[in-house]
């Protein structure tokens, strides 16, 4: 494979499904700093990412299966935006990643934001300097996460709130920054979950706000509309 070396790479996007092919990236595309289509990490044998260290922004859409192996995603630290969706998850809970501080600075997800069934997951710290989320944000799922202080610098959500079956959050403690949600704010079985004061600092709702099944939760005194 000739070596490619624009700064815009991969209009078909690319899938990482073992370490020897991430180790080439950089090989193979020297001076890429943009990829232009999705970026799909999914393989048993990836241990790490540390060659895609210097892309700059994704076109598309940016999926992470935290795989048994993967040890480390710090390999997207200069990851400054997402133009589609960025969505993690896994389906093992022996995947030792346990924060998302390979992200330390995206400033932006222009499609949804999802973090779904991340089973290993305890934090969302490494997110400090994500301010937008253009469409939806959804956590589901990822029974060990306990707290959202790793989203202390987000401000606008352009779709809908979702938080639901997170059994570990008592408190949305980490979202003061937020203050415009552009859809609906639905807030869904989520047992532990007591305090959402957080949320006073939101003063723009375009869509309708729903609290259910969230049985430790007894006073709403917030979100102005």
Known sequence: MAAQTDSNCLPQGITFIGQN???????NYPGCKIILGDV???GTTLIHLDSLYGIEAIEGDLDINLSPNL???EGFNGLERIGGELYIHSNTLQSP????????????V???FRIQSAQNLSALHGLEQLHSIDGNFSLISNDQISNLTGLSGLTN?????LV???DGIGSFFGLQALIAVGGDIRVLNNTALSDVSALNTVTQIGGGVEFAFCNNLHQLNLLHQ
């Open 97 to 108: 990643i346990q924060t998302l501080s390979g992200f330390s600075h995206l400033k932006q």
């Open 164 to 166: 639901s079956l997170q």
């Open 40 to 42: 799909t990490i999914d």
């Open 21 to 27: 092919q991430a180790n080439t990236f950089r090989q």
């Open 71 to 73: 040890a480390s995603i």
């Open 157 to 161: 959500i352009g779709g809908d709130f």
């Open 110 to 112: 222009e499609g949804d």
